[in-house]
């Protein structure tokens, strides 16, 4: 049975305390890691798409990579801007599109 | 660019009673998602279309019908209302799938049935 399991469910960092969020998945057949940031009372916005293992995504104080087994979000030097839930999601082979979603992380960086 | 909208944001419903969740998009997807979020489950996918007049049930189908009678709009209908239904629904589109585009979601419908 596919899975996505991200850890740890919440996060608490001071501002400028770098850390690094975890994306576990078992698919049979990853055409894709997608991760996405989600504000309370909105939608998820994407960040990242990643395809292959060894593949890495910058985009301001969040980097992105990817293993064959996991991916990982690291957050270097937080500020309190970055405090959202953090949503990784696989896109499986053959499943016309279709994403299956971690639970999420909560990040909260504080001043 | 409104990108994709819901409507309505809001909404109480007693038990037993019905209603449609409308979701439009102005970026020509073809393909389009409906999900619910509770908490500590994540988004879970409930039916999605791969075209105008298709679709197709996903991880939670039951309790809710969808149609896609025009390219840019997807409706969700529950016929049948139950308090297990209480949920924040996000809905979501994307080009076709073989496409490196990702799926875009609205800003989502907070349904609370009493």
């Known amino acids: 049975e596919d899975q996505v399991t991200q850890s740890p469910e919440a996060l608490r960092l001071q501002e400028g305390e770098s850390s690094s969020l975890n994306c576990s998945y078992t698919?049979?057949?990853?055409?894709?890691l997608f991760w996405y940031r989600q504000d309370p009372g909105k939608g998820p916005e994407f960040l990242f798409t990643?395809?292959?293992a060894g593949e890495e995504k910058e985009k301001e104080r969040l980097k992105a990579t990817l293993t064959k087994k996991e991916s990982f979000l690291h957050i270097t030097a937080p500020k309190p801007e970055d405090s959202a839930t953090y949503l990784c999601?696989?896109?499986?082979?053959?499943?016309?599109?279709?994403?299956?979603f971690g639970a999420g992380t909560q990040v909260v960086v504080t001043p | 660019n409104a990108g994709v909208t819901q409507t309505p944001k809001f909404r109480v419903l007693k038990t037993g009673q019905s209603m449609t969740l409308l979701c439009a998009q102005d970026?020509?997807?073809?393909?389009m998602y409906w999900y619910r979020q509770d908490p500590g489950m994540g988004l879970r996918l409930i039916h999605y279309?791969?075209?105008?007049?298709?679709?197709a049930k996903g991880e939670v189908p039951d309790g809710y019908n969808v149609s896609r009678l025009k390219k840019q709009n997807f409706l969700l209908g529950l016929e049948s209302a139950a308090p297990s239904q209480t949920s924040v629904y996000f809905c979501?589109?994307?080009?076709?799938?073989?496409?490196?585009?990702?799926?875009?979601f609205g800003d989502g419908t907070r349904l609370s049935i009493l």
């Open positions: 979501a589109s994307s080009y076709h799938r073989e496409s490196n585009q990702p799926q875009h």
């Open positions: 698919v049979s057949g990853l055409r894709g």
């Open positions: 990643l395809y292959s």
């Open positions: 999601a696989v896109r499986i082979l053959d499943s016309w599109g279709k994403l299956q």
């Open positions: 970026m020509n997807h073809e393909y």
């Open positions: 279309s791969v075209g105008e007049g298709t679709t």
